[in-house]
Nanobody, 119 residues
Framework: QVQLVESGGGLVQAGGSLRLSCVAS????????IAWYRQAPGEPRDVVAR???????NYADSVKGRFTISRDNAKNTLYLQMDSLKPEDTAVYYC?????????????WGQGTQVTVSS
């Protein structure tokens, strides 16, 4: 019941910055949580940053202090500001949203945007 579309990925040199965007097809206020995940080739998909309905944020240790998750409810958009990028940040980044549907929580995913950091 929600569609997510990521954008903003690309190629950047180590130490550079990128800002990812995720546009949702419905209001962010109707979602339980929204988050950014990433997945490198051959690696599991893991959470990068998460933001709750109340605005509380959490970050993976590997990105803490470098990445910032935020949202603009008026634009139905989630952002991930990535600074001081490292080659190990190279991955496909996915937007994720959890929503209550009937009596269960369902997860929805975007198609991902590639981030490549060169050294």
């Amino acid at each position: 019941q929600v569609q997510l579309v990521e954008s903003g990925g690309g190629l950047v040199q180590a130490g550079g910055s990128l800002r990812l965007s995720c546009v949702a097809s419905r209001s962010m206020t109707s979602l339980v949580t929204i988050a950014w995940y990433r997945q490198a080739p051959g690696e599991p998909r893991d959470v990068v940053a998460r933001i709750t309905h109340g605005g509380q944020t959490n970050y993976a240790d590997s990105v803490k202090g470098r990445f910032t998750i935020s949202r603009d409810n008026a634009k139905n958009t989630l952002y991930l500001q990535m600074d001081s990028l490292k080659p190990e940040d190279t991955a496909v980044y996915y937007c994720n949203a959890n929503m209550l549907v009937d009596i269960s929580i369902k997860s929805f995913w975007g198609q991902g945007t590639q981030v490549t950091v060169s050294s």
